[in-house]
């Protein structure tokens, strides 16, 4: 037997009471478009579960893709049945021959929605139970954690039976908790804070901040191949280069050392606030832990809010390195995180930086600079693009070489 459909739960979705159907719809959108490279496939998601209809597809490439669309609780790959007992007899004894081995024990779990079937769900347990025994006679039932659980649902159209369950992504469809815009450096912990705002619905755009030639074109690809891995997990993502080159000269030139970095960081908090407005989100959110470097103390973290009054979302604030780490492995930017270019914070980066910067110091270093100006000419000179899940092949040998030198 081959299986016919995926059959989706939601989870946290679940609690969502009389707006619950909005976030199912959204839900029903994303699965969608996540499958829509699997033609035949159809998707139908109601009140209380999802259907994916595989309609030949394969289901361990269906399931793939699955696991990581934010919003799914779980999903159970599933044979479609004859909606009668014998068959359904002839159907849980095939399958049980198939997936037996020896010492398991196993349970049988029945749902009937359509009440016009002839057996109640606890006359179906006992019914397929017997014959489970029948195939197997030195098969032992466990109610509590069993090692296989045969769940079968009598539906209007047919009768279905699953024993697989594996585990989605949880979380919220992407899109549900309004947008925000992150600022993506080059490092491992601002992909982490974009995973993990997805996960909670939040439709991101990426602003990535580029000081040629201090920073090289390895490291915007680096940044452009960071949002690509994110884009798995919650579609297409609007990726905006900013140039940062003239405010970092101007910052060097007019600024101690050792307040370097807090003026950068209020700079960039200043610019991605102009875009985020322009860009109609709600949020701004980065990927600062406390603690972990010196622009990231709760006095430096004060200094750098206090330019903007937009609520600043810090997923991993207080995540330790390892536990960050453990993420960007599992959502597979770790990798490309580590590479070795540099991004805007780190080239100037002062050897003793300020750990607890005065506001009124800081204050003064930016009156001596055309700070409107200087904010203004980098949102002018934007550049904005899609990254999408698969990169683009450039087919122009120029630019290959162009690439490689």
Known sequence: MNYSEIMIRYGELSTKGKNKMRFVKKLSQNIKEALSIYPDVQIYCDRDRGHVYLNGTDYQAVSTSLKKIFG???????????????????????????????????????????????????????????????????????????????????????????????????????????????????????????????????????????????????????????TRKLTVFGGNITFIEVPFT???????????????????????????????????????????????????????????NAVTNTPVIRPVVTMDKLEIIDIAQDIDTFAISIQPFEDCCTIFAPDRPKTNPKIKNVEKYEALMDLEGLVERAVTGIMVMEITPKEEVKDDVDSLIEDLL
């Open 72 to 226: 799914i609780q779980s999903f159970a790959p599933s044979y479609k049945i004859e909606k009668s007992v014998p068959a359904l007899k002839e159907a849980v004894q095939a399958i049980m021959k198939n997936i037996y081995q020896e010492g398991m024990t196993f349970k049988i779990a029945a749902r009937r929605s359509d009440h016009s079937f002839e057996l109640d769900s606890r006359d179906l347990n006992h019914v397929l139970g017997d014959a489970v025994f029948t195939a197997i006679p030195t098969i032992q039932v466990q109610m509590k954690k069993p090692d296989i659980t045969l769940r079968v649902e009598i539906r209007t159209d047919a009768a279905y039976i699953s024993h697989e369950e594996i585990k989605g992504a949880g979380g919220l469809p992407v899109g549900t908790s309004g947008r925000g815009v992150l600022m993506l450096s080059g490092g491992i912990d601002s992909p982490v804070a974009g995973y993990l705002a997805l996960k909670r619905g939040v439709e991101i755009e990426v602003v990535h901040f580029a000081s040629p030639p201090y920073t090289s074109p390895g490291a915007l690809k680096k940044a452009h191949d960071l």
């Open 246 to 304: 003239e405010i970092q000269e101007e910052i060097k030139e007019k600024a101690p050392e050792a307040y370097l970095m807090t003026l950068t960081r209020r700079f960039m908090m200043r610019i991605t606030d102009r875009i985020r407005e322009k860009r109609d989100a709600m949020v701004i959110i980065n990927g600062e832990s406390l603690g972990q470097v010196a622009s990231q103390t709760l006095e430096s973290m004060q200094a750098i």
